[in-house]
């Protein structure tokens, strides 16, 4: 069965400052993974996904995440963090060839920016 | 504003009581995706529709149902409800029959007294 494991709970930058959440999964076969950020009382946004292909994938607001397969992770990262990142970021992954294809979030880490 | 509208907004109920959550999705949009997000269970798939069929299951409880209809609006049933019950439920929508690119509505937060 999938799983899928967000370590850092919560998490406090100051602006400017990099950011890197983990996110890894449980699943042998191939893999969708999605992080997701809900900006405080609004509604869950997608920032980046990654199906196939180069396995640093590029998001929006300056958001990137690697896949690497070998240590069954999708971290993402941002080089310079700034105050209206403050949200919360979910990671997701879908195993699309299993017969029970379903989506599975990650627990979520919240990221407070200090201005 | 994702295009995706979730009725009510907010809903309070009692233990042992049935309610009925709403979802509209983006014009075009096949598939719809219901979630439900609470502080100990985290983000939750429930189940997912399309085009009218039942397509995936996540953990849903028995007590919980869904239908899509024709015109592509779903409703998520909750009955015999308790307080464990109390939650932000989400609906997505998205135009395949994939996690692709899901679109979220605001939610219908639920309260279970």
């Known amino acids: 069965a999938q799983s899928v494991s967000q370590h850092n709970h919560h998490v406090i930058l100051s602006e400017a400052a990099s950011l890197e959440l983990g996110c890894n999964y449980s699943y042998g076969g191939t893999v969708n993974l999605f992080w997701y950020v809900q900006y405080p009382g609004q509604h869950l946004q997608l920032l980046l996904k990654y199906f196939s292909g180069d396995p640093l994938v590029k998001g929006i607001k300056g958001f990137e995440a690697e896949f690497i397969k070998s240590k069954f992770s999708f971290n993402l990262r941002k080089p310079s963090v700034q105050w209206s990142d403050t949200a919360e970021y979910f990671c997701a992954v879908n195993a699309p060839d299993s017969s029970a294809s379903k989506i599975i979030f990650g627990s979520g880490t919240r990221l407070s920016i200090r201005p | 504003d994702s295009g995706v509208t979730q009725t009510p907004k907010h809903l309070i109920t009692a233990t042992g009581q049935r309610v009925t959550l709403r979802c509209s999705p983006r014009s075009g949009d096949l598939s719809v995706y219901w979630y439900q997000q609470s502080l100990d269970q985290g983000l939750q798939f429930l189940i997912q529709y399309y085009n009218g069929e039942e397509r995936a299951k996540g953990n849903i409880l028995e007590r919980f149902s869904a239908q899509q209809f024709p015109d592509l609006h779903s409703e998520l049933n909750l009955s015999s409800l308790e307080l464990g019950d109390s939650a932000l439920y989400f609906c997505?929508?998205?135009?395949?029959?994939?996690?692709?690119?899901?679109?979220f509505g605001p939610g219908t937060r639920l309260t279970v007294l």
């Open positions: 997505a929508s998205s135009v395949e029959n994939s996690y692709n690119e899901q679109f």
